[in-house]
């Protein structure tokens, strides 16, 4: 057992053990005091940050290091590309058909109201973003670097080395280790939360791509066969060991149901939405909103209403009430164009062109949005000198 103790701001330790045995109890133990050694390795001296950062962007562009490149590079990129040895990449491939059969836009849905509502729903994930300074000013920027992240995933071949999707994750877990550095550069301690973004933030991030936005996509219409659902799990299975969570933590995680019970535990440690949740998701509201508006050309007013709607429809009223979400009227419309869209969806894998073309046509839609959010430097692409953890 770890010398720390059970972090006072994730519950009682007994009430947990009770709940879900001594075993799990023990690994959650020592999980929130995991950081991730071959990341964190990269930014422990902090006058060779910005030389293993430099030789970390070509590694991860190229698919591996140079001879000369230093020891913790080229012990990271070991590390990726390791966690994907065992990997089916005919899985893979029949994964990102299925991802890219649900449009872009409803992704976009899936991301912001959900998966990152999610996210930010967390006080111990919220109150390290917050302490940047810069993720609420920043919301519209945090949101596109995290949707171009995902984009980059779904391209044929993304996540094997020298692939966009190996690269950009690799830059996104490099951030994590940059924000422990910079939490403890600021003297930053451990007794509220274990340490910042550690294995267990990391496994309800991971739930944030998986769990949190399949269940909203099919609350919007577009339900997964079982085996479709499997090989998108399979596919972030892959996700998460580039992103340096322990493979023991993600076994048997291969769908929604087998999910459930460590949803629960990750549930009772996370802790009530706090002030800096509340702040964090307002920001957010704000930047989906504007998004929105600026693709569809549509006033934002009416738009944060709908995202609101849509906050409350994926994550339930006592979510959104502790978030602090009105209410809004059109949820209802939003709830009526489900049953529209769920059969439209059905009908659509009956009909191999008609599949075809939809996967096509998200997948250009994909690189247009690429090409126009790419002009300028994402969160990660200025560090170490940028606040940390923005890229997550």
Known sequence: MTEQQWPRERGSEADFRERFGAALA???????????????????????????????????????????????????????QDSLADVDWDRIARARRVILSIPILDHSIALGPGSLTHTYSS??????????????????????????????????DALKPGGGGFEHTGMVRAMHAFSRAQHRSRGGGTEDYGEPINSIDMLRTWFDFTHVPYRGLDGMGYTLTTEQLRDVYYFWHAVGGLLGIPPDLLNGLDDHESSQSMVDAIVAVAGRPNA??????????????????????????????RTEAQIRMIHGDEIADWLEVPRRSIQVAEALHVPTVRQRFAFLYQLPDALGQEIATNQALIVQLLEATEDGDSAYETAPSASPAEAA
């Open 26 to 80: 023990d690994r959650f133990h020592r999980a929130f005091y995991e950081g991730d050694p071959a990341a964190d390795a990269l930014f422990e001296d902090p006058t060779t940050r910005g030389t293993h950062m430099k030789q970390l962007r070509a590694a991860l562009s190229s698919g591996g290091a140079a001879d000369d490149d230093a020891p913790a590079v080229r012990a990271f990129i070991a590390d990726m």
């Open 123 to 156: 006080p111990a994930i919220a109150t390290v973003l917050t302490a940047t300074g810069r993720l609420v000013d920043g919301a519209l920027r945090r949101l596109t670097d995290t949707r171009n992240w995902l984009y980059h995933l779904y391209f044929e």
């Open 276 to 305: 800096d949740s509340r702040a964090l998701v307002d920001a957010l509201v704000d930047a989906v909103s504007a998004q929105l508006g600026l693709v569809l050309g549509l006033p934002v007013g009416p738009l944060r209403e």
